[in-house]
């Protein structure tokens, strides 16, 4: 039975590796998530084979309300939702990890001291995950000011909650711990999670977001450890390194250094007051916008996060297969940043079946503005900010943005005259070449549709 076991944990493993490897790919991200779910449902059937497993009936149903919850919140959530939702499942996954570590301690049956060590580690890893991706999910479901939360002393507090939680938590190295410092180990693990996020500004909840889920992943390979489950150490493991990878390619995309990120830095790069803009905002008709891009010969379109509010993925997808029925190229702008999360864009555009090839990278899609007779900015703002090329006093300076400025003409859809995520205003609306477009997106884009129609 014991190789049976660990017979289809190995499948498992190499199902949850198959699956990540194909999210790696919008073509074939869909079939990836259906294997790694194919895994996951392997583990917990082959879990419950393990002899001498105790409270099965406890944990069908928990599985059961778990999988029902997932399955109708899964199947409501909103798509401008999705950060949040990733925040708070992502949370729950090192929640899980904690509450295993906290089980294994309080039951005292781990004798060796390195597995209880793991044990300890992965606890608080995956408390602190937990926590803070609570407050995470918070920030983005607008529970909590999005901007930072700071007060005085706020990082010399962070040190000592850290330092009372790994004090605690060696003191559980004791073959035989006392239930209340366990406690206390958790709470404090949990408050060092809450003390972290509380200062993390709105834009630097994708990396955020990759953080966490590698904190997750690690807590998760940790516990693994600590109880001998190969599928949990590799998954875990394959996590926490993809986290990782992402979490430096997301400080990469906003110029953040990773250390900046690791300890506490969020949201301090967006403070701050960038140069006065001179000029005004010029405002176009759609009547004129229409014309500009029906006689265009390459259009960029850069989306953002006003176009997910909007939820106008679909009509963006219409107003394509229009101008490429006139004639005109039209490409995709995604910074890695756009949105609330990482990919978000990306998943939008793929829901309303924008074909995958005319979605491009900024290191691909840059050098192309240049040649664009029109780039139309549907709710994007800090990532296409020019202050982040030219403006040393900017918050956001050395930032690499979208150079949506060099096209020969900008549209600018946007609702209002608000800043962004940064909190500062845009020198790229002031430009000669850039033209407001006010209102909701998908109103905007179809009356855009409608006035192209009209031309033809």
């Given amino acids: 039975m014991e190789h049976l076991i660990q017979g289809a944990y190995f499948l498992t493993v190499f199902l949850f590796v198959l699956g990540l490897k194909k999210m790696s790919s919008p073509a074939t991200a869909r079939s990836g998530i259906k294997w790694a779910g194919v895994a996951m449902g392997l583990a917990i059937v082959i879990t419950m084979l393990t002899p001498g497993l105790h409270n099965v009936g406890l944990m069908l ?3 059961l309300i778990g999988a029902g919850v997932a399955w109708y919140t899964g199947g409501k959530v909103a798509m401008t939702d999705m950060p949040q939702m ?12 904690a509450a295993i570590a906290a089980v294994e301690l309080l039951r005292g049956e781990i004798e060796q001291t390195g597995m209880v060590l793991l044990s300890v580690i992965g606890g608080l890893i995956g408390a602190v995950a937990f926590s803070g991706s609570m407050i995470a999910f918070g920030k983005l479901q607008g529970l909590i000011r999005g901007r930072p939360i700071t007060f005085p002393a706020q990082h010399a507090l962070n040190l000592v909650v850290l330092v009372v939680s790994l ?8 073959g035989d711990p006392i239930t209340i410092m366990i406690v206390l180990f958790f709470v404090a693990a949990l408050a060092y999670g809450v003390l972290m996020t509380l200062p993390i500004g709105g834009a630097d909840m994708p990396v ?11 807590a998760v390979a940790f516990e693994g450890f600590a109880l001998g489950n190969a599928a949990m150490i590799v998954a875990g493991t394959v996590v926490g390194a993809a986290g990782t990878l992402l ?10 250094p990773i250390s900046n990120v690791l300890f506490g830095g969020f949201g301090k790069a967006v403070e701050g007051e960038a140069s006065e803009i001179k000029g005004s905002l010029r405002q176009i008709e759609t009547e004129d916008a229409a014309v500009m891009m029906r006689y265009a010969s390459k259009v960029i379109i850069v989306p953002g996060y006003g176009m997910a509010v909007a939820q106008a993925q679909h009509k963006i997808r219409e107003l394509m297969d229009l101008l490429e029925g006139l004639g005109v190229e039209v490409k995709f702008a995604i910074h890695p940043v756009a949105g609330r999360m990482p990919g978000h864009m990306n998943v939008l555009l793929a829901e309303a079946g924008v074909p995958y090839d ?4 900024l290191e691909d899609i840059n050098a192309e503005f240049g040649s664009a007779n029109v780039s139309v900015v549907i709710g994007a703002n800090d990532v296409v900010n020019p202050a982040a090329r030219t403006d040393v006093s900017s918050p956001i300076y050395g930032m690499p943005i979208l150079n949506v400025d060099k096209a020969e003409n900008v549209l600018v859809i946007k609702r209002g005259q608000g800043t962004g995520f940064a909190g500062i205003e845009n020198q790229l609306f002031y430009k ?3 033209r407001m477009l006010y209102g909701d997106a998908q109103g905007v884009v179809s009356e855009l549709i409608q006035q192209l129609k009209q031309l033809d």
């Fill in 61 to 63: 149903v928990a599985i």
């Fill in 86 to 97: 990733v925040a708070i499942y992502n949370g729950m996954g090192g929640g899980a990890a």
């Fill in 167 to 174: 004090l605690l938590g060696a003191t559980l190295l004791d």
């Fill in 208 to 218: 955020v977001i990759s953080l966490y889920s590698a904190l997750t992943g690690m």
């Fill in 247 to 256: 979490t430096q390619l997301m400080a990469k995309a906003m110029n953040r």
């Fill in 358 to 361: 005319r979605l491009y990278d």
């Fill in 432 to 434: 000669d070449n850039a």
